[in-house]
T-cell receptor, first 112, second 116 residues
Framework: AQTVTQSQPEMSVQEAETVTLSCTYD???????LFWYKQPPSRQMILVIR??????QNATENRFSVNFQKAAKSFSLKISDSQLGDTAMYFC?????????FGTGTRLKVLA | GAVVSQHPSRVICKSGTSVKIECRSL??????MFWYRQFPKQSLMLMAT?????????EQGVEKDKFLINHASLTLSTLTVTSAHPEDSSFYIC????????????FGPGTRLTVT
């Protein structure tokens, strides 16, 4: 069975600092997609970044970047220069042949 | 682009009644729509996947007769919670995906259902 694990239920970071959220997954598939979603207090799910498994290069989107280690089945999210608006729940998600699978989430709080 | 709306955003209903939640893709044709349920401080749980013009595929443990899903057009899917009970109170989120080859899903803003 495919699983997504986020081992950090809560994290905090000082404004302007860098924080890394971890995510591991398990699958027997070779072609798949990985995502990080942000869910702020409004509850709207927002795509932060995505990674295609066939691409070796780590995805980056402005202050957000990932460390994708396919062999280790690891997909961590690094947020640089953290801002107060980054405070939210972050979900790691896997998309293989069938449905999306979400991790349990990491609640990130950015401290002023 | 890729905007998904949900209506209503909040609804309160009495036990035993039915409530319908609409999910619309506003600027693209959604061949597939997903319905999720999210309990407080928990992750999203997929309830069902619906493809336009065909019956929805429900996840294990989800009662298809209780959670009726209709995907009658490429821009609209509805979730009807029938004979609602307080334990059905939850946050329901839909998402939509475009045509073949598209793997990304776009989320609606969610609907908070409270059953009294």
């Amino acid at each position: 069975a495919q699983t997504v694990t986020q081992s950090q239920p809560e994290m905090s970071v000082q404004e302007a600092e860098t924080v890394t959220l971890s995510c591991t997954y398990d699958t027997s598939e070779n072609n798949y997609y990985l995502f990080w979603y942000k869910q702020p207090p409004s509850r709207q799910m927002i795509l932060v970044i995505r990674q295609e498994a066939y691409k070796q290069q780590n995805a980056t989107e402005n202050r957000f970047s990932v460390n994708f280690q396919k062999a280790a089945k690891s997909f961590s999210l690094k947020i640089s220069d953290s801002q107060l608006g980054d405070t939210a729940m972050y979900f790691c998600a896997f998309k293989g042949t069938y449905k999306y699978i979400f991790g349990t989430g990491t609640r990130l709080k950015v401290l002023a | 682009g890729a905007v998904v709306s949900q209506h209503p955003s909040r609804v309160i209903c009495k036990s035993g009644t039915s409530v319908k939640i609409e999910c619309r893709s506003l600027d693209f044709q959604a061949t597939t729509m997903f319905w999720y349920r999210q309990f407080p401080k928990q992750s999203l749980m997929l309830m069902a996947t619906s493809n336009e013009g065909s019956k929805a595929t429900y996840e294990q443990g989800v009662e298809k007769d209780k959670f009726l899903i209709n995907h009658a057009s490429l821009t609209l899917s509805t979730l009807t919670v029938t004979s609602a009970h307080p334990e059905d109170s939850s946050f329901y989120i839909c998402s939509a995906r475009g045509g073949s080859g598209s793997y990304e899903q776009y989320f609606g803003p969610g609907t908070r259902l409270t059953v009294t």
